[in-house]
């Protein structure tokens, strides 16, 4: 039988993708049709097509390291026969795309149109409107959203998007609005390959290491550290040109509604409650002069829920807050403040888009950190 060691045991990494495909065919919700009822012959079958994951010492396996370019990392899995069943429940799910920028308009643009295709694009309104009148999106429901908003969201995605009349949203920067500044994790690594020294930051830490030990630093010490990397570094880094507030009436306009992203991108789980509040509501109050009403949706910082900014974003009267959890939602938001959303990006490839809109890859990510029914 597939999937069996010799003597009739199930293969190690057989067994657990079993209970994996098992976890997440009972922990998904019973609702808006729910999983796809699957035997355990199905669900070895399932597991016996998947190709080995990653050592545990995180060297690829050679199928993977002949999978092709990052792009494509994971396109594998449109030819698994878990596709077709992920993709029949994903149609009675609410996807939420979640960019940071377009490098490739091209690529941009082949899964737009794979999208108008296969999917029904929704905008921020339209989930709002379900919410209110509490009836779920239509099947296949997406919404393209872009967390940080460079100026390709500007020069790339919106042609595209228009030329489609696909909706979407933009989660802005306030403090950067109308600078060059760059995003504070560009600079942090260009100053660090410059002699950048900072107290709280070993002198031996890797460069892919950086990002990392800044956000788990409390606020006022990643701070304090970008300060000392900016006066320690041989040189400064380049300007990076922004969004302007007339930039983000032309998005507005184009049918890219403009959310708030907090004022300066920092983790709100590391924040004091004086520090989440200012963060919020400044980026509001400079979002509502700027576009001439207030913002309704809000992306969390680094994607993490923080309950603090949930109280506040409903004092202000915000309807919509999105996570990054790499997860399907359902049609009808059961927490507005706390919507799943899928990681992708403009480069993507098509038989990976597939199947990250299915949701096989997002569970298949899951499984491999070690699935809990708590996820």
């Keep these: 039988m597939i999937g069996r060691a010799e003597g009739g045991a199930a293969a190690p990494r057989d067994r657990r993708a079993v209970r994996a495909l098992r976890w997440y065919h009972h922990a ?20 016996s097509s998947l190709p080995p994951t990653t050592s545990t010492t995180g060297a690829a396996t050679a199928t993977e390291a002949e999978a092709g370019p990052e792009s494509d990392r994971g396109g594998w899995l449109r030819f698994s026969p878990a596709q077709p069943l992920f993709r029949a429940r994903a149609a009675q799910r609410l996807a939420v795309l979640a960019y940071h920028g377009v490098t490739d308009p091209r690529s941009f643009g082949a899964q737009l149109d794979r999208l108008r295709r296969l999917a029904t694009p929704v905008s921020v309104q339209d989930v709002e409107q379900a919410i209110a009148e509490g009836k779920p999106l239509p099947p296949r429901s997406v919404l393209i959203t872009f967390d940080d908003a460079d100026r390709s969201v500007l020069t790339h995605a919106l042609p595209e ?5 696909i909706p979407a949203a933009a989660f802005v920067i306030s403090e950067l609005i109308g600078t060059d500044r760059p995003f504070w994790w560009h600079e942090a690594a260009f100053l660090a390959r410059h002699g950048g020294q900072a107290r709280s930051l070993r002198s031996h830490v890797r460069p892919e290491q950086l990002l990392a030990r800044l956000k788990a630093l409390p606020d006022p010490d990643r701070r304090r550290s970008l300060h000392e990397l900016r006066v320690s570094a041989r040189r400064r880094p380049p300007g990076q040109e922004q969004l302007s507030p007339e930039d983000l009436r032309a998005l507005q306009d184009g049918g ?5 992203h907090t004022l300066g991108h920092p983790c709100l789980a590391r924040c004091d409650d004086s520090t989440v509040q200012a963060e919020i509501t400044g980026a509001h109050e400079a979002l509502t002069r700027w576009l001439g009403e207030p913002p309704t949706a ?12 949930d109280t506040l974003l409903r004092q202000l009267g915000y309807r919509l807050g999105f996570l990054s959890d790499h997860q399907l939602g359902p049609r009808l938001p059961v927490h507005p403040l706390r919507i799943s959303r899928l990681q992708v990006d403009s480069t993507t490839s098509t038989r990976r888009f597939d199947t990250i809109l299915s949701g096989l890859e997002p569970a298949v990510q899951r499984w491999r950190k070690g699935p809990t029914v708590a996820e």
Aim: proline share 12%; no cysteine; net charge neutral.
């Design 298 to 309: 809000f992306a969390y910082p680094n994607g993490g829920y923080d309950p603090r900014a």
């Design 28 to 47: 998904a919700p019973a609702t808006e049709g729910g999983p796809v009822p699957q035997s355990e012959a199905t669900l070895s079958s399932t597991v």
């Design 161 to 165: 998007l228009t030329a489609r009349k």
């Design 256 to 260: 890219v509604a403009v959310g708030n």
